[in-house]
């Protein structure tokens, strides 16, 4: 019987306790010349730590609803004097797609040239009023533009309150002069992504983040046909913002960078489209995925079923997609 009631109470505790990410971080220090290589392992352990064990919102979220995300540094250069760590930064983060085994990849982020200063065991806090050091700072910024993408693929515009804790993040780090944070609109920096996420002048974007996972992906299990051409009002809905703000081609740009792959093997087999209609509105959009843009008028790749196209998969039982689809229809109501 104790056993029984223990056993219980570990499932509740897991069922509402859980936090918001499940994130693998990747520290790759092999071509930097130092005695202390452990201590890269020492970072990437407190990284993954810092992301997965710390609230990051008021809400519930539940084991099957965590958001998955890599990140990864590629360490360039470190100075043992000054602790001062050149690296590439790479994030990611991924949604699950309706009745499928597959996950989507929602944002793929590149800074290629981030800097921070860090000394073994140094510990990582982190405090959104207060600007204490690059790194925890910017991971901060990632994991809430993350958390926005995430909740405005489930519910249109659901994603405002965690745009606005990143910028509240960029202001402080940007007060103190930090490389990478300003918002001139030219340098597509931290400033520059987080003002135009918060343009009103561009809500088509978040139109064709939610009409294109929620519409688009979400539809295919059932109504392939429909599913498809919903990712093409989600297309067209980028066309309207390039409209209504010249200035929003970062965020197309972005939208490519982690949808490129996805759209051609949608449209390359299946229900059939216009594909020449299809293709002209991604040359003019993103030109410079044009040789991805040939495949769909190819044809050549394989189509999207159940599995979906390649990318970060894993596979549920049948239980456990029952739990993720209905963590998904809570999403919405959030």
Same mark, same amino acid.
């Given at each position: ?46 990284? /993954? ?44 983060? =991924? ?38 050091? !690059? ?38 780090? !940007? ?58 009002? /989600? ?14 081609? =970062? ?34 959009? /993103? ?25 970060? !998969? ?21």
């Amino acid at each position: 019987m104790k056993k029984y009631i223990f056993l219980i109470f570990s499932i509740l505790a897991s069922y509402t306790q859980a936090q918001e990410f499940n994130c693998k971080v990747r520290l790759d220090a092999s071509g930097v010349h130092t005695s202390n290589k452990e201590m890269f392992k020492t970072l990437e352990r407190s990284i /993954a730590e810092f992301v997965n064990k710390n609230r990051w919102t008021d809400k519930q979220f539940k084991n099957h609803e965590r958001i998955k995300c890599d990140i990864i540094i590629n360490v360039k250069d470190y100075d043992q004097k000054t602790n001062v760590v050149k690296s590439e930064l790479y994030f990611r983060s =991924y949604r699950p797609v309706f009745k499928s085994d597959y996950e989507t990849l929602l944002l793929n982020l590149v800074e290629k040239d981030f800097q921070f200063k860090y000394q073994e065991f140094q510990k990582l806090d982190f405090n959104i009023e207060l600007y204490d050091n !690059n790194l925890v700072s910017s991971i901060a910024y990632y994991l809430y533009v993350a958390l926005g993408h995430d909740f405005d693929s489930f519910k249109e515009n659901a994603g405002k309150d965690f745009y606005e804790k990143a910028q509240i993040i960029q202001i402080n780090a !940007n007060q103190n002069s930090v490389k990478g944070w300003d918002n001139d609109g030219k340098s597509n920096s931290k400033g520059d992504l987080i003002n135009l996420l918060l343009n009103e002048q561009n809500k088509f974007y978040h139109k064709a983040i939610y009409t294109y996972n929620r519409w688009g992906l979400d539809m295919m299990a059932d109504k392939l046909s429909v599913g498809k051409n919903n990712i093409i009002t /989600a297309i067209n809905y980028l066309k309207k913002l390039r409209e209504e703000n010249k200035n929003a081609d =970062y965020l197309i740009k972005i939208f490519f960078d982690a949808k490129s792959d996805e759209i051609v093997q949608i449209f390359t087999s299946g229900p059939p489209v216009n594909k020449n209609y299809v293709v002209s509105k991604l040359r003019d959009l /993103a030109p410079n995925y044009d040789f991805k843009w040939d495949e769909i008028q190819k044809g050549s790749a394989e189509g999207f079923g159940r599995q979906g196209p390649p990318g970060r !998969n894993i596979k549920y039982n049948d239980m456990e997609r029952k739990s993720i689809d209905k963590a998904k229809e809570m999403k919405k109501s959030r």
